[in-house]
């Protein structure tokens, strides 16, 4: 059974840095696309970015162009997602998805299997 176990999060401030983590067991994640979404108080789970586990292709949404990077460590089996320039809008619940990925719809929350706990941040102003 895959595991994803988030950690991470925090409380910083606007312009501050965080880096998430996930950490995957329990499966043979070559053929996995990663995914990382969140979900702010009174809104819809959002797409953030997510990584192809095998050939490293990212994708963005575009409010986080430029200020966050996927990254992958194969030998760790975790997932990275560094956060920099922070603004308020970054906050919520960020979670850590896996998927196996044959022609998957990355930035498609329903389309993920696996799904972490979950890690808080929040981004005061």
């Known amino acids: 059974q895959v595991q994803l176990v988030e950690s991470g999060g925090g409380l910083v401030q606007a312009g501050a840095s965080l880096r998430l983590s996930c950490a995957a067991s329990g499966g043979t994640f070559s053929r996995y696309a990663m995914g990382w979404f969140r979900q702010a108080p009174g809104k819809e789970r959002e797409f953030v970015a997510a990584?192809?586990?095998?050939?490293?292709?990212?994708v963005y949404t575009d409010s986080v162009k430029g200020r966050f990077t996927i990254s992958i460590d194969n030998a760790k089996n975790t997932v990275y997602l560094q956060m920099n320039r922070l603004k308020p809008e970054d906050t919520g619940v960020y979670f850590c998805?896996?998927?196996?990925?044959?022609?998957?719809?990355?930035?498609?929350?329903?389309?993920?299997?696996?799904w972490g706990q979950g890690t808080q941040v929040t981004v005061s102003s």
């Open positions: 998805a896996a998927v196996q990925d044959y022609g998957t719809r990355w930035s498609h929350d329903d389309e993920y299997d696996y």
């Open positions: 990584i192809g586990y095998r050939t490293a292709t990212t």
